[in-house]
T-cell receptor, first 114, second 113 residues
């Protein structure tokens, strides 16, 4: 069974700082996808960034980037120049190519302080 | 519509009552998912549809849970004889095709009293 582990239940940084959220996963599959989702108090899960396992290049979306280490089964999210609006729960998620369903970690509550 | 729409946003049910939760996916999206999110936890998969076909229902916790998508668009998650442990946020998501990211609705918060 696939599992996703987020070892940091909570993190807090000052505005404009850089923060890195950790995620590790366990799978025997070779073809899969990794995602980071943001969930603000409104409850809606918003996709932040996506990575295909077959791509060696780390995905980047504006201030958000990942460090994908396939051998170590690690998928961390870096947020640069953090903003107050980044305050939310962040979930790491995994999906195998055949299964279609997302397997989520327990989440990291990120607070950006002014 | 612009996004995935779920109704109602909040539902309070007495223990033993049946409930029905509705999901309107993004128009044209083939895939539709239901997830259950307990307080302080990550979402857990319940079931998956490709068009009208329910291809995976391995996450449904008991036979009291039933989902349908008869015309390949709107989906309904039904919970019969609700119990307190069913209290959670139920999230619906849709995707344009296989192996793509899912777009989530705002969820329905179900409280069973």
């Amino acid at each position: 069974a696939q599992t996703v582990t987020q070892s940091q239940p909570e993190m807090s940084v000052q505005e404009a700082e850089t923060v890195t959220l950790s995620c590790t996963y366990d799978t025997s599959e070779s073809n899969y996808y990794l995602f980071w989702y943001k969930q603000p108090p409104s409850r809606q899960m918003i996709l932040v960034i996506r990575q295909e396992a077959y791509k060696q290049q780390n995905a980047t979306e504006n201030r958000f980037s990942v460090n994908f280490q396939k051998a170590a089964k690690s998928f961390s999210l870096k947020i640069s120049d953090s903003q107050l609006g980044d305050t939310a729960m962040y979930f790491c998620a995994f999906m195998t190519q055949g299964a279609q369903k997302l397997v989520f970690g327990q989440g990291t509550r990120l607070t950006i302080n002014p | 519509g612009a996004g995935v729409s779920q109704s109602p946003r909040y539902k309070v049910a007495k223990r033993g009552q049946d409930v029905a939760l509705r999901c309107d996916p993004i128009s044209g999206h083939v895939s539709l998912f239901w997830y259950q999110q307990a307080l302080g936890q990550g979402p857990e998969f319940l079931t998956y549809f490709q068009n009208e076909a329910q291809l995976d229902k391995s996450g449904l916790p008991s036979d009291r849970f039933f989902a349908e998508r008869p015309e390949g668009s709107v989906s309904t998650l039904k919970i019969q004889r609700t119990q307190q442990e069913d209290s959670a946020v139920y999230l619906c998501a849709s995707g344009p095709r296989e192996n793509t990211e899912a777009f989530f609705g705002q969820g329905t918060r179900l409280t069973v009293v």
